[in-house]
């Protein structure tokens, strides 16, 4: 019996070479091709997979406001989109109310801030209100003024408002004063107590707002109580509630933090012999929103924390409540 060769197979050993290269696959909507070469890939080859889809790139805007440098502190007066932004340490951006929108990086260095934090208060005088501000809104409580005279009923913290609800569904209310005739208990902490009707920050990453309108901040941290004998002591002042940040990222190199932290309440002060003096409390937290393609763990400081509280004067005086933490929504294209 004569034998026969068998015919060769183009990518078997015969007329088929293997390819160095392999087509990338960077677009949505390629035609497919069928192909003319007669080399092969290999069994481990891959086509890579496309960018990032255009569907995020919009969230960031157009860059249209070009790059920003913060010099000293910087405050918004519209919302804006830009290209870059970059805070040099020592810096702060105060977005005052208004979306930012950054399509490039937003770099910030150690000890810069991207923040609307309450205002911290100062001896006798309290951390004062944020109003609220442009499209975000961000109303927050001014803290209660401390005390230099014996008596009761000291001054509560300032309420945040009822539409500000973070994600256990609270909303902030102001803190109480060091209480009772002859107190010098620490001022209680900026609170938070359930709204009606309920909204919750993270269902509402994309716009920023509730249904109802804007978000409101922290509450304000109440003062502390004060006893007066022969002595002059003075109880610290409350800190006032965190406002409200929303800003969306392409990339973000933070070394510093970006926030909206509740101000510190201030420490009593004076000479005590006798009498005692409580310190004041801490606002709340506000509402913080990052909306970034960097992934969550590469975002550094992103916080909502409520204020620490002042230091007592005296044995049995006490130091105010911290106030308690605001929310933070940070929302990464880039994974954890």
Same mark, same amino acid.
């Given at each position: ?21 392999? $087509?990338?696959?960077?677009?949505? !909507? ?17 086509? &890579? ?14 860059? #249209? ?6 010099? &000293? ?31 490039? @990086? ?8 991207? +923040? ?9 005088? %309290?951390?004062?209100?944020? @109003? ?9 409580? &001014?803290?209660?003024?401390?005390? +230099? ?5 000291? $001054? ?16 902030? @209310?102001? #803190? ?8 010098? /208990?620490?001022?209680?902490? &900026? ?24 978000? +409101? ?7 502390? !109580? ?9 109880? #610290?002042?409350?800190?006032?509630? !965190? ?16 926030? %909206? ?18 310190? !004041? ?11 970034? +393609? ?16 002042? @230091?007592? /004067? #005296? ?22």
């Amino acid at each position: 019996m004569s034998s026969q060769a068998l015919p060769s197979v183009a990518g078997g050993g015969g007329a088929g070479t293997p390819a160095s290269t392999v $087509v990338t696959e960077t677009t949505f !909507g390629s035609a497919s091709s069928v192909g003319v070469s007669t080399d092969y890939a290999r069994a481990d080859h891959t086509h &890579g997979t496309p960018s990032l889809p255009a569907l995020t790139a919009g969230i960031y805007g157009n860059g #249209g406001d070009g790059s920003l440098t913060v010099v &000293g502190t910087y405050t918004a007066t519209t919302e804006r989109q830009f290209s870059s932004v970059t805070i040099p340490a020592g810096t702060a951006f105060k977005p005052a109310g208004y979306r930012i929108f950054v399509n490039g @990086t937003l770099t910030i260095a150690a000890t810069g801030s991207f +923040n609307d934090d309450g205002n911290a208060a100062s001896g006798i005088t %309290a951390g004062g209100a944020l @109003t609220s501000r442009a499209y975000l809104g961000g109303a927050a409580g &001014g803290g209660g003024a401390g005390r +230099n005279t014996t008596g009761s009923g000291n $001054v509560g913290g300032g309420s945040g408002g009822n539409s500000s609800a973070n994600d256990t569904g609270a909303a902030p @209310t102001g #803190g109480i004063g060091g209480q009772g005739s002859g107190a010098y /208990l620490g001022g209680g902490g &900026g609170g938070a107590a359930a709204p009606s009707p309920v909204q919750r920050l993270a269902g509402t990453w994309s716009t920023g707002r509730w249904t109802g309108g804007s978000w +409101n901040g922290g509450g304000g941290g109440g003062s502390g !109580g004060v006893i007066v004998n022969t002595d002059t002591p003075v109880s #610290g002042g409350g800190g006032g509630g !965190g406002g409200i940040v929303w800003i969306a990222a392409a990339t973000v190199a933070n070394s510093g933090r970006i926030s %909206a932290n509740g101000g510190a309440g201030a420490n009593a002060s004076g000479t005590v012999t006798l009498g005692g003096a409580g310190g !004041g409390a801490g606002g709340a937290g506000g509402l913080v929103t990052l909306v970034t +393609n960097t992934a969550a763990s590469s975002c550094g400081t992103v916080q909502a924390i409520g204020g620490t509280g002042g @230091t007592g /004067l #005296g044995t049995a005086a006490t130091s105010g409540a911290s106030g308690t933490a605001g929310t933070v929504a940070l929302i990464s294209f880039g994974g954890a």
